[in-house]
C-alpha cells in the first residue's frame, strides 16, 4: 500500500540551468562542508561496534605526500623531497591500522583496498610490502578482494611495480591529465606518453587485469584539438576504462593554483565542448559511457555493474563496490557508514598525535537522518543513471519517499522538463542535460543553500 502523502513544501522558484554553477561533485551526500565536530571517537566506534560479521568493507588508505606538487590538484597533499615525512607518517598509518583493525576484528571482510594521495606510488617498495601485510594481519579479506592504486608514471620504477604487485594490485588508475607539453608545464605535471605507456605495459605484465587512464579537461591552454589528440593517444594503450573529469579551479580552497593563470583557462562553453568531444571521441572507440564522466570497455566490470543498475558513487568516483561500509585510513580521509561519514583529523601532525596515542583520529563528521538518506539515494542515482524510480523511492522511504516526489514533480513542472522528465515509474534527466547532472542534483541538496562551501563549475 502507497504511504500516505507528507506534508508538501513550498513553492521553490522554477529552475535555471548555467554552465557556470558551481555545486559539489556529489561523491556523498551530506557533502564534506556539512560536517560538524558532533560526530566524534566515540561516535565511529559506536557505528564500528554496529558492524556484524558477514558485512563487506572497503579500505582507503590516504597518503598526503607527493614529491613534486601539481598545480591542478586539489587534493589534500603536500610536497616533500625528503622521505623522512613519509616514514613517520607511515609509522602512524601502522598504528592507525592496528586500532581500526582490533575494533572491527570479527565484524566484517575486506572486498576492497584502495590506495590513494597524495602520491601512494612515491612510497619504497619495503614500505608498500609492509603496508600490504599490516593490513592483511590486521583485517579478514575475501579471497577474491581487489586492491586498485593510484599511479604517478614518474614515480614508478620496478621494485615498485614489483612490490605493487606482490601485495595483490588488481586495478592500477594513472594520471595522465593531458599529453600536450605546452599544458602540462602550465600546469607542471610534465609526463610523456612514451613513459604512460611503459607504465602500463609493465603492470599488465604483471598480472593487473584492469588498467584506468585519468583525463582531463579544463585545463589551461587546452583546445579543441588539444583535447582530441591527447584522447587519441591514450586510446592507443587500450585502457580498460577511462575517467574524463572537468578540471576544479579552487584556488581559495589550494593556494597552488594560484600558479595557474586564469586567463590560460578555457569558458565554460569551451569546456563543455571540450567534454562533449572528448566523450564522444571515447565512445566512438566502443567504450560505454558511465555516469558523468567515466567509460568502459563493454566486458569491465563498471561497466557490467552498469547494466545490471548497480553503478555506485563514493570518494573515489564511479565503483562497481558495493560495499556499505568504507574505513578511510590515513590524514583527510572519510568513512562510510551505515549511520553516517566520518573524516579525519586533515593536518598530517595532529592525525599523527591522535593516532600514536592508540585512539581514533576523528574530527569531524555527520549522521544520516531518513532524508538525508533518501535525498542521497536520488541524488546517487540521478548521478549514475540519470533517472530514478518513483515506485523505488517511496518504496524505501515511505513519507519521506513521496515528499521527495513531490519535489521532483514541481522540478519537472516548473523547469518545463528541462532538466528533469516524468517518464513512466522513472523520473529522467534529457539527454541533452546530462553534463549538467550535479546541478540537476543539486536541487535535491537541502544544505546547499545554508552552507559556507564552495564548489567547482558543474561543467
Not at 535555471?16 to 566515540?42: E, I, K, Q, W
Request: net charge negative.
Amino acid at each position: 500500500m502507497t504511504p500516505p502523502a507528507a506534508p508538501i513544501d513550498p513553492p521553490r522558484p522554477a529552475p535555471t540551468v548555467s554552465l557556470g554553477d558551481n555545486v559539489p561533485r556529489y561523491t556523498s551526500y551530506p557533502t564534506a562542508p556539512h560536517f560538524h565536530p558532533g560526530v566524534d571517537v566515540v561516535t565511529v566506534r559506536g557505528w564500528m561496534d554496529a558492524l556484524e560479521g558477514d558485512d563487506e568493507i572497503s579500505l582507503y588508505l590516504h597518503v598526503p605526500y607527493c614529491d613534486r606538487l601539481c598545480w591542478f590538484c586539489a587534493c589534500h597533499t603536500k610536497q616533500t623531497r625528503h622521505y623522512e615525512p613519509v616514514a613517520t607518517f607511515l609509522r602512524s598509518l601502522h598504528k592507525e591500522i592496528e586500532t581500526v583493525g582490533g575494533l572491527v576484528s570479527g565484524r566484517g571482510r575486506v572486498r576492497a583496498v584502495h590506495f590513494g594521495g597524495g602520491s601512494p606510488t612515491m612510497l619504497k617498495p619495503d614500505d608498500i610490502l609492509m603496508l600490504g601485510k599490516a593490513l592483511r594481519d590486521q583485517f579478514d579479506f575475501l579471497d577474491d578482494a581487489g586492491l586498485s592504486v593510484e599511479i604517478d608514471p614518474n614515480d614508478m620504477d620496478e621494485g615498485r611495480l614489483d612490490a605493487f604487485a606482490a601485495i595483490g594490485m588488481t586495478r592500477a588508475s594513472l594520471g595522465v591529465q593531458d599529453f600536450d607539453p605546452k599544458v602540462q608545464k602550465a600546469i607542471n605535471r610534465e609526463q610523456s606518453f612514451a613513459l604512460t605507456k611503459s607504465i602500463v605495459d609493465a603492470v599488465r605484465a604483471r598480472g593487473v587485469t584492469s588498467v584506468n587512464l585519468d583525463l582531463l579537461y579544463g585545463l589551461p591552454h587546452q583546445t579543441g584539438k588539444s583535447v582530441a589528440a591527447t584522447v587519441a593517444q591514450a586510446l592507443t594503450l587500450a585502457p580498460d576504462r577511462l575517467a574524463l573529469f572537468g578540471y576544479a579551479h579552487v584556488p581559495w580552497f589550494k593556494k597552488h593554483q594560484t600558479m595557474i593563470d586564469e586567463a590560460w583557462l578555457p569558458d565554460s562553453v569551451a569546456r563543455l565542448a571540450q567534454s562533449q568531444l572528448a566523450a564522444q571521441l571515447i565512445v566512438d572507440a566502443g567504450y560505454e559511457a558511465l555516469g558523468l564522466d567515466h567509460f568502459a570497455k563493454p566486458q569491465d566490470a563498471l561497466a557490467v555493474a552498469a547494466r545490471a543498475g548497480k553503478i555506485r558513487r563514493n570518494f573515489q568516483g564511479y565503483t562497481e563496490d558495493q560495499c556499505e561500509t568504507l574505513i578511510g585510513l590515513g590524514p583527510s580521509s572519510i568513512s562510510r557508514y551505515r549511520q553516517g561519514h566520518a573524516q579525519n583529523i586533515v593536518a598530517t601532525g595532529e592525525y599523527q598525535k591522535a593516532v600514536d596515542s592508540g585512539e581514533l583520529a576523528i574530527a569531524r563528521g555527520i549522521e544520516f537522518s531518513v532524508e538525508d538518506e533518501a535525498r542521497g539515494w536520488v541524488i546517487e542515482r540521478l548521478m549514475c543513471n540519470f533517472a530514478f524510480s518513483a515506485v523505488e523511492l517511496v518504496e524505501r522511504f515511505g513519507n519521506v519517499g513521496q515528499r521527495l516526489l513531490c519535489e521532483a514533480s514541481r522540478l519537472a513542472i516548473s523547469g518545463a522538463g528541462q532538466l528533469l522528465r516524468l517518464e513512466g515509474e522513472n523520473f529522467v534527466v534529457p539527454a541533452a542535460s546530462r553534463p549538467l547532472v550535479r546541478t540537476v542534483a543539486a536541487k535535491f541538496d537541502k544544505y546547499l543553500s545554508s552552507g559556507t562551501g564552495r564548489h567547482s563549475v558543474a561543467v
